[in-house]
């Protein structure tokens, strides 16, 4: 059957909770509508879910309605007095057929929301169920693109304020208190310098020398340091803040955000430690260090993506921060940090494309480009991190933002 609303109007009775629709009803079928062949009638439904809240009475219409005319329809109806957000289904429905709309027919959709046991109209139109499914993915794909940044806007206070806790906790009580932030990734370089710069005898072919390794080595490190520190954090940083989830309302999308901004800190420590290297070395800073926040910005967004998609998946599978830990290992030696470019020659050219196809491997070229060669880096494969990037970056947060609502339920 179908059914046509014109000139809907809805309004609030002053101080209560009792809205009223008012509209013609339009028959566009071929044939007429007897009086008590449909009822006119109304379910209540969450908006953010779909899920069905309850139903309302059934109204017989009373006169025919005949193919091609239209007859004014009122309903009265009463929202329930608990607080928030609701959609009002007003629509025809036939006793033996079920509701229109369920069948694909049109029906009014009001926006409603209660709030101090009185309700206030955010909106209202004809639609269908397609419509509204339509209108749903747009408005996910919207959200989705936008919801990262609110989140990271809204709360900047307070990422700043835990990451600084969080820097500070980490070495409260050591001797070297803070110093430590910049002797961990220091030594860490140290180490892997020893084993390969040293004990192996690793070299580039760019400069042989073990200063030239040296740079080499420590260039590729600087934006390994950061994501490896936030990724092989993230599978446990819910389960960290299980107080949060369960007792508090906080943002707990910030948590992963936190990790990454604090291997930015890390970072910044690690590239001033490099500065210094390149000033002795080479007496300066290539001007092309210019460069780095187009590989920062990649970065950051790559981490967050990655740290939000792991932290929800940590909440369901408590091994995964074991799993991670391997994997990190295995991504760096596949990443050539340690050990020169040429050294991938000897393997197929379809690994080649792999290798070369990982954001690290991007990352870490962009890095020794700007900071070592004097030169931009290549923007073929940079406009394939940024955008890789970014599409990592909106569905960590989509998946984070899906699962975090059952997470009570498995902490």
Known sequence: MNLRYRNPNVIVEPDSRLLTATFELENRSREACRAGQLHLGWQLFDPETGIFISEGEWTPLDTDLEAGSAR???????????????????SPLEPGG???????????????????????????RATSLSGLNRHRRLRSVSKAFTYPWRTIAENLS??????????????????????????????????????FGIVLQARFGGDPSRSGFALYFLAGMLPWLPFSEAVGRAPIVVLEHANFVKKLVFPIEILPVNLTIAGLVTQAFALGVF??????????????????????????????????????????FRDLGQIIGYLLTLWFFLTPICYPETSLASLPAVAVGVLEGNPMFILVRGFRDCLLEGQAPAFGPLWKLWLASIIIFVLGHAWFYKLRKSFADVI
């Open 72 to 90: 004014e329809q009122t309903l009265v109806l009463e929202l329930p007095p608990v607080k928030g957000h609701y959609h009002v289904y007003i």
């Open 98 to 124: 079920g509701w229109v709309y369920a069948n694909g027919g049109q029906f009014l959709l009001v926006d409603t929301a209660v709030e101090n046991r009185q309700a206030a109209l955010l909106g209202h």
């Open 158 to 195: 307070l990422i700043r304020s835990m990451v600084g806790r969080d820097i500070a906790a980490r070495y409260r009580g050591s001797m070297g208190d803070a110093l430590w932030t910049v002797l961990n990734p220091l030594l860490l370089m140290l180490t892997y310098f020893f084993v």
């Open 275 to 316: 500065a210094v290297f390149l000033l002795v070395s080479r007496g300066g800073v290539p001007l092309t260090a210019i460069w780095l926040p187009v590989l920062v910005i990649p970065q950051l967004l790559l981490t967050a993506g990655v740290s939000w998609f792991l932290a929800a998946l940590g909440v369901y």
